[in-house]
């Protein structure tokens, strides 16, 4: 308080008036900055312009990645996916998506926690940020084009929180649009990272892949189950969860437009089914949060399905049996909740009408948060215990992930409806 305050000035022989004492000799010390950092910026605006005169190509490149502004064209060779009923995994494409985006994209560079196999985060043939190594020099583990500091992959080591603050560190001083990698289980690792990187508005992208239980026999330890609940509950934070591999291009257009918060996506170790398109509604629905992949013929359903990620391949083929019985249902992919919750309510009413009560929502992790989407009178198909080692088969089917059970979990919940009706 006051009174110690004061004593410690007397004690330190230090002068007790006024409260905050600043010296003149310190005062004029201080002063000296601004005329040295009028020179020193000066001194760089000149070495900047004469770069700009002697490399102009490169000069205009590097301000337009400091103001970070994507380039023309940077998505002109993002794939089409073509329809598949065996797909292939949502960490697959996304790895498809990121090596067509990085030749026209600059700014992008980052890389994994000693994962880039199995995340699919490699960016081929654009090197490795490292040292030149000596002739004859070990280069196990390179992702092509050589180690050098031009390099746009970056090793991270397994140190998950060290590489959420190297990203960070990469946004924040701007000219870089970063991304680091590990599967959804680790992110625990560096979350106070991430909560950083939310708080301070940074442009990050991290992906996350072996979203869910189906990771399969890697059992309990890389099985995330209440991770999605816990980031989604981040302020300022997006977190993606797409259900095919159009879906999770649509998802890295949104993660690489969106400049004043980090994006995770949420991506599958397993195959998905690749929509057909033509049959359900466009993947940029993506962009909405939320909306209706696929309706009852009026446009008037009596039940809604909704699913994120793999499980909305689940409600798809579950609904085809559900129309096949009578039912009018219709099929929500809800991919992210903040971008959703982003809309005007009225949007938000159009894919979930409040006259609908029967509601089923399918995820494989912790219900919590769902509730706000399945109201009072719907029902939760999720997981409520830690996983298991075992096929991943086997793991949807003994967690009741399938397409039997939601649609006996769907009867069940309209039936429950229409009594109340």
Not at 185 to 204: E, K, N, Q
Not at 271 to 280: A, C, E, K, N
Not at 296 to 317: H, R, T, Y
Not at 350 to 373: D, F, K, M, N, S
Request: glycine share 10%; net charge negative.
């Amino acid at each position: 308080g006051v009174d110690d305050v004061r004593k410690t000035k007397q004690a330190l022989g230090w002068p007790t008036e006024p409260d905050f004492l600043i010296p003149e000799a310190a005062l004029a010390h201080f002063r000296e900055a601004v005329t040295r950092g009028a020179q020193h910026e000066a001194a760089w605006n000149a070495s900047l312009s004469a770069y700009a005169k002697a490399f102009p190509d490169l000069a205009e490149e590097l301000q337009h990645r400091l103001r970070d502004a994507l380039p023309p064209g940077w998505d002109a060779d993002i794939p089409v996916f073509e329809a598949d009923a065996k797909g292939l995994a949502t960490r697959d494409a996304s790895g498809k998506v990121m090596n067509a985006i990085a030749p026209r994209l600059p700014a992008l560079s980052g890389g994994s926690a000693d994962l880039d196999p199995s995340t699919k985060t490699a960016l081929k043939g654009l090197g490795d940020f490292n040292p030149t190594p000596a002739n004859n020099t070990d280069e196990q583990g390179s992702d092509g084009g050589g180690w050098n500091y031009v390099g746009r992959n970056l090793h991270f080591g397994v140190r998950e929180h060290a590489m959420g603050a190297i990203v960070n560190g990469l946004a924040a001083h701007g000219g870089f649009i970063p991304y680091g990698s590990t599967f959804l289980i680790f992110s625990d690792y560096m979350r106070p990272s991430i909560r950083l990187a939310a708080l301070m508005g940074l442009h990050v992208v991290y992906v996350f892949t072996h979203d869910s239980i189906a990771v399969g026999e890697d059992g309990p330890t890389h099985q995330p189950v209440e991770q999605l609940v816990s980031l989604r509950a981040i302020p300022n934070l997006i977190v993606i969860r797409p259900g095919d591999a159009n879906e999770t291009a649509v998802a890295w257009r949104v993660a690489l437009e969106t400049r004043d918060r980090p994006v995770i996506l949420a991506l599958t170790r397993q195959d998905v089914p690749t929509l057909d398109r033509s049959r359900y509604a466009a993947a940029d629905g993506l962009r909405r949060g939320a909306y209706v992949l696929s309706d009852a013929p009026n446009g008037e359903p009596e039940l809604i399905l909704l699913a994120s990620g793999s499980e909305v391949g689940l409600i798809v083929a579950a609904a085809e049996q559900l129309q096949a019985q009578g039912i009018a249902v219709r099929c929500v992919s809800m991919p992210s909740w903040e971008l959703f919750e982003a809309l005007p309510q009225a949007e938000r009413d159009a894919v979930l009408p409040p006259t609908v009560g029967a509601r089923l929502a399918v995820e494989l992790g912790v219900a919590q948060g769902w509730e706000r989407y399945i109201g009072a009178r719907g029902d939760m198909l999720s997981v409520a215990r830690f996983g298991a080692s075992a096929p991943t088969a086997v793991m949807l089917r003994e967690y009741g992930f399938t397409v039997d059970n939601v649609c006996a979990r769907a009867r069940a919940l309209l039936a429950a409806a229409r009594e109340i009706q």
